[in-house]
């Protein structure tokens, strides 16, 4: 059974930082795309970052030069350095693999960015 797990979230004041880990078991964590998503209340789940089993990354154009994806295979862990945090930074991030056609998903950690 595929388990995604997120810690690291908190309340943080604008421009801090966090750092988000999501732990995976159940799948040879090094042969798959990690991808980290955020939901605000109300919105849709949008894509933040990407990174490939070979440590290609993607970001969603709100966050480049902020955050930092990266993973380390050897713990099964992916991470999500967040630098800079700004309000809108607010919401539940996820992290998500596609495991035979199947989206996987942790069960969030909440993320708040207030003064």
């Known amino acids: 059974q595929v388990q995604l797990v997120e810690s690291g979230g908190g309340l943080v004041q604008p421009g801090g930082s966090l750092r988000l880990s999501c732990a995976a078991s159940?799948?040879?964590?090094?042969?798959?795309?990690v991808g980290w998503y955020r939901q605000a209340p109300g919105k849709e789940r949008d894509l933040v970052a990407s990174?490939?089993?070979?440590?290609?990354?993607k970001y969603a154009d709100s966050v480049k030069g902020r955050f930092t994806i990266s993973r380390d295979n050897a713990k099964s862990t992916a991470y999500l350095q967040m630098n800079s945090l700004k309000p809108e930074d607010t919401a539940v991030y996820y992290c998500?693999?596609?495991?035979?056609?199947?989206?996987?998903w942790g069960q969030g950690t909440q993320v708040t960015v207030s003064s």
């Open positions: 998500n693999v596609l495991v035979a056609g199947n989206n996987v």
């Open positions: 990174i490939t089993s070979g440590d290609s990354t």
């Open positions: 159940g799948i040879t964590f090094s042969m798959y795309v």
